[in-house]
């Protein structure tokens, strides 16, 4: 069984026409968990519905960076709300992007610290995005992450960032960018972080994997981003399986009961 830690099944119109041959190619490949994620107010709802209507489903609720502008406190109030849903298992997608700069840095800072807050008062884990900020996210998720802590998604960064993430209670979950050919310092990464805090996700429908690269990326092919971790730690892809959905059950309390259905099989 292999979990996708990092999914929008529900992002724009992405898998508008086809989500259900999406989650059925998910499962047919061995991908038994998937964590649905939100990335704005207006589409928390749906991010949990999806999970309610699909066994292999959970779900976060959260806003992402670019959105920062929309996490009000009466927003957040109604994603602290929608976290008492069992399927929701963590609080994401939040952090930083300085990349873009969709929102002012003072904005993002802010909105980031009132989710790490929340998640820790609702008891939640975080899925973190992080892209040209280390700084500040250090500063942040050192001052205000909860107890559960959480996931650094999609890590982009060196190992010393890595090495503070890790310090700082953090998991560290590669994306279809660990097989790109520029990403070798990535690669470096994946090879040197503890067992115990690896996770595989697919970022769907971003971010697919070579020899996908370009194409609409979907939970199935985790797999092919499980293949290569497997391969730079030097297991058996089944050996990385049972190592990244034992993390992510300590992560995030559970697997969704067709992962459990498949491991008692």
């Given at each position: 069984m292999i979990c996708d830690s990092h999914a929008h099944l529900n992002h724009g119109n992405a898998f508008g026409n086809d989500r259900e041959e999406v989650l059925e190619r998910a499962r047919e490949a061995g991908v038994g968990c998937i964590l649905n994620v939100a990335t704005r107010p207006d589409d928390a709802a749906a991010t949990v519905e999806v999970a309610r209507r699909?066994?292999?489903?959970?779900?976060?609720?959260?806003i992402h960076p670019?959105?920062?502008?929309?996490?009000?406190?009466?927003?957040?109030?109604?994603?602290?709300?929608?976290?008492?849903?069992?399927?929701?298992?963590?609080?994401?997608?939040?952090?930083?992007?300085?990349?873009?700069?969709?929102?002012?840095?003072?904005?993002?800072?802010?909105?980031?610290?009132?989710?790490?807050?929340?998640?820790?008062?609702?008891?939640l884990p975080v899925s973190v995005h992080n892209r040209d900020s280390d700084r500040d996210l250090l500063d942040l998720i050192t001052?205000?992450?909860?107890?559960?802590?959480?996931?650094?998604?999609?890590?982009?960064?060196?190992?010393?960032?890595?090495?503070?993430?890790?310090?700082?209670?953090?998991f560290?979950?590669?994306?279809?960018?660990?097989?790109?050919?520029?990403?070798?310092?990535l690669r470096d990464v994946a090879r040197r972080a503890p067992a115990q805090r690896l996770l595989v996700?697919?970022?769907?429908?971003?971010?697919a994997p070579v020899p996908h690269r370009g194409a609409r990326n979907e939970p199935a092919r985790v797999v092919d981003v499980l293949d290569l971790l497997a391969e730079l730690r030097g297991v058996s892809a089944a050996e990385m399986a049972v190592i990244t959905s034992e993390n992510f059950r300590t992560l995030f309390g559970q697997l969704t009961d067709s992962s459990n259905s498949r491991a008692g099989a």
């Amino acid at each position: 069984m292999i979990c996708d830690s990092h999914a929008h099944l529900n992002h724009g119109n992405a898998f508008g026409n086809d989500r259900e041959e999406v989650l059925e190619r998910a499962r047919e490949a061995g991908v038994g968990c998937i964590l649905n994620v939100a990335t704005r107010p207006d589409d928390a709802a749906a991010t949990v519905e999806v999970a309610r209507r699909h066994p292999q489903v959970l779900a976060a609720v959260g806003i992402h960076p670019h959105e920062a502008v929309l996490a009000t406190p009466a927003a957040l109030d109604d994603l602290e709300r929608l976290s008492a849903d069992p399927m929701v298992v963590a609080w994401g997608e939040i952090g930083l992007d300085y990349h873009y700069m969709n929102a002012p840095r003072d904005v993002q800072c802010a909105a980031f610290a009132s989710q790490l807050e929340r998640a820790a008062a609702c008891n939640l884990p975080v899925s973190v995005h992080n892209r040209d900020s280390d700084r500040d996210l250090l500063d942040l998720i050192t001052r205000h992450a909860g107890p559960r802590r959480g996931v650094v998604h999609c890590f982009t960064s060196d190992w010393t960032m890595a090495t503070a993430c890790l310090d700082a209670g953090f998991f560290l979950s590669f994306s279809g960018i660990l097989t790109f050919p520029s990403a070798e310092s990535l690669r470096d990464v994946a090879r040197r972080a503890p067992a115990q805090r690896l996770l595989v996700e697919t970022d769907s429908p971003y971010l697919a994997p070579v020899p996908h690269r370009g194409a609409r990326n979907e939970p199935a092919r985790v797999v092919d981003v499980l293949d290569l971790l497997a391969e730079l730690r030097g297991v058996s892809a089944a050996e990385m399986a049972v190592i990244t959905s034992e993390n992510f059950r300590t992560l995030f309390g559970q697997l969704t009961d067709s992962s459990n259905s498949r491991a008692g099989a």
